[in-house]
């Protein structure tokens, strides 16, 4: 019967919006979706009486009531909108990335860009950036070892200086964040060192989580600051899909957990969660193991914090989890600019 239903549907346009049809959809969920609201109209029609037309007017009034609590549950502030959008991603390999429609990205528009874990040098980057050249500032720092860590920037005005590294011998060979100074706020787009597979190189991470959290109040200080990137850390148990079976696994521990509730403490807010408190399944990387991602077994590792004198300016954070390229998938920070 479904076959027939399918041969109705191409013969009969009537029924058949096309354009529905995209790479989000799935074709056996629109024929389903279809061959009901044929059956429906299909099926004879009564007309309602007075105690039908008010029992359908009580499911319509509790629809929109239900829709619109699903709307502030979610946090957003509709009513003013975003002139200023910032994407952060962890692409895993700039050059593997490029290769997987990775540029495609910036069909975005964003008023900047940044990039983590690049593992290139800024002599053997891909040349397919240099169409990007008229419209964006670049800034690449790059690891002294080729083929590890490194962060980008791209951004569409130019920043009053650029700093690269936070003055620390031990981490700042690893290519791990980049700072821009706008007129009234600073940018820091940082790849946080993991702490290692059992945890050996927790302390190293412990290092930087102090000297990152010192460097970030002192520029505070002077102006409002937006920290993004890739942070290798789940902070709370609603930011991972496995809690229990990770609390001595690197991007899970007591230690880094405390380390961003601490920075947070100093006045920094996590803006998603400032949004989206409850919100459940979350996440900004899976591994490639398991078919870990098309399960959603993920955690989420990429964030944007801001200032909290930002919260005002703050619109939305968006998890981008159908963007593939990456082990990890973008976010954006929607906000008034300050």
Known sequence: MMKHFISILVANRRLVNFSQITYKTNLLDFVAHNFNKELEFMAPKRKLNKSD??????????????????????GKTESKESNFKIISWNVSGVRAWVKKDGLSIFNEDPDILCLQEIKCSEKKFPEEFNKYKTKYFSYIYSAQKEGYSGVALFTKKKPLSVKKGIDSPTHDDEGRIITAEYEKFYLVAAYVPNAGRGLVTLDKRMDWDSLLQDYLKKLDEKKPVIYCGDLNVSHQEIDLANPKSNTRNAGFTKEEREGFTNLLNEGFVDSFRELYPEKKGQYTFWSYMGNARAKNVGWRLDYFVLSERLRPNLRDNIIHNSVMGSDHCPISLLIEEP
């Open 53 to 74: 037309s008010k029992s359908a007017a009580k499911e319509t009034s509790k629809k929109a009531k239900s829709s619109q609590e699903e709307k502030d549950s979610q």
